[in-house]
């Protein structure tokens, strides 16, 4: 069962994170120093009151009746009170009223066994300022909680945008722009961990850069070295008296010269240096013309002919290349589309392998459970590679088996640059007639 995931920014973490500690401190000091206030006032209260009761002690014992408000033996008396006037102290006592205002007693024993006690509420003066208290306390934890949440706005905000650069950087950098920096993206004055992560990127990108060119330099080198037997190989084969052993092995000595010439190629484009002879051309009918030489049997449409800036020696060798992928994993019939600057070809076979669809074209390796007389790989890898060159896009997909397009069959699409647009989405469904 998989756990639901809930996506927030490094910004709104930070923010939350300092306004709840910030609730938390100003709650605790809030009540801290309302029971600190409320304290001291009661205690005020209690040595007034007393101040009070002694006073008209002794205005009683001068005149032998109670005055300010004070009473003998009150039957309403608390009895907290009551068990201190039997041990013969005086003493005060703070009773919570019914409506939280609390009642103030003070209580001395006299010589005659009687108990003097003085009740008066709490000063409405003092209520007031513990009122006055707890809403500035109030107002101050709210503003301790905005501004430490727009401090952290602020600062999660400058972290987040440091490291949202520093994904579009690595982005870029895994989509193969292997001169772009992650240090340099991020920037900044402060340095912290956000920098750190930078270097580990760079450094990681760095040594898979220098890994990937000495496997290029590697594979080149073994090409080149085996161009010259090879080619001896071939020219040898064809001294060959005529036969079927004699064919057998010109068919072999040829199919390894063409692995050879195309690990070359594949080098070469791995290794970025190649560069487009651009030309003005139509697109259908320079589409139509080399399909028809390289497969009369290929139907091919035109949807929306469009004049193109291409190099046609490229784009002849990706298209000879999609077609021969189509013969020999696909079934007829192939069908190739024109649409604007989108070439499509099509074919009724079983698709393309999941592993090509997730990760792309990978050479050496085809999808088919039977190696033998099915290439080496290499032809997409290629064809992808020559799309670079151009600045186009290639991309692969599988048709569904109850599309508008019909049943099963794989489908490679060329995205030429500056392609015009069309109404079918990313990959376009053309209803053919």
């Not at 756990?3 to 910030?22: D, E, F, N, P, Y």
Request: glycine content about 10%; hydrophobic content about 45%.
């Amino acid at each position: 069962m998989r756990r639901l995931a809930l996506r927030t920014g490094v910004r709104w973490k930070i923010s939350i994170a300092i306004a709840a500690v910030g609730a938390l401190v100003a709650v605790a000091l809030s009540l801290v120093v309302h029971n600190s206030a409320r304290v001291s006032m009661l205690d005020n209260a209690r040595e007034v009151q007393l101040e009070r009761l002694l006073f008209a002690e002794r205005m009683y014992d001068s005149t032998n009746e109670p005055k300010f408000g004070t009473k003998i033996n009150d039957p309403g008396l608390p009895y907290e009170l009551r068990d201190k006037m039997r041990q013969g102290r005086r003493a005060t006592y703070v009773e919570e009223g019914a409506n939280g205002v609390p009642d103030v007693w003070a209580a001395v024993p006299m010589g005659n066994g009687t108990v003097l006690s003085l009740h008066s509420r709490f000063a409405d003066r003092s209520a007031t300022i513990m009122q006055d208290l707890d809403r500035s306390l109030i107002i101050g934890s709210a503003s301790v909680v905005f501004g430490g949440c727009a401090l952290g706005v602020l600062i999660g905000g400058q972290l987040s945008r440091r490291l949202r650069r520093a994904a579009g950087a690595a982005g870029r950098v895994a989509e193969g722009y292997t001169e772009v920096r992650v240090g340099d993206a991020v920037g900044g004055v402060v340095r912290d961990e956000t920098d750190d992560l930078a270097r580990a990127v760079d450094a990681l990108t760095d040594a898979l850069n220098e890994r990937i060119e000495a496997e290029r330099r590697v594979t080149a080198d073994i090409a080149h070295e085996l161009r010259t037997p090879v080619t001896g190989l071939l020219t040898a084969a064809e001294l060959l008296p005529p036969g079927r052993p004699s064919e057998l092995v010109r068919d072999r000595a040829q199919a390894m010269r063409t692995l050879v010439e195309d690990v070359l190629e594949v080098a070469r484009l791995d290794s970025a240096s190649e560069r487009a002879e651009l030309q003005e051309i139509a697109l259908g009918e320079f589409v139509g013309r080399r399909v028809a030489l390289l497969n009369p049997e290929i139907e091919v449409t035109v949807v929306h002919e469009s004049w193109v800036s291409t190099d046609p020696r490229r784009l002849e060798r990706i298209l000879g290349n999609l077609l021969a992928n189509a013969a020999k994993h696909g079934a007829a019939p192939v069908e190739v589309t024109v649409e604007g600057r989108i070439v499509r070809v099509r074919d009724h076979g079983p698709g393309f392998p999941e592993a090509l669809l997730r990760e792309g074209p990978s050479r050496f390796r085809t999808g088919a459970t039977d190696r033998a007389g099915h290439g080496h790989g290499l032809g997409l890898t290629i064809a992808a590679g020559q799309a670079r060159v151009l600045g186009a896009r290639l991309t692969f997909r599988n048709a569904g088996p109850e599309g508008p397009e019909g049943a099963g069959g794989a489908i490679a699409v060329l995205w030429l640059p500056e392609h015009a647009p069309t109404t079918t989405g990313s990959f376009p469904i053309l209803k053919i007639p």
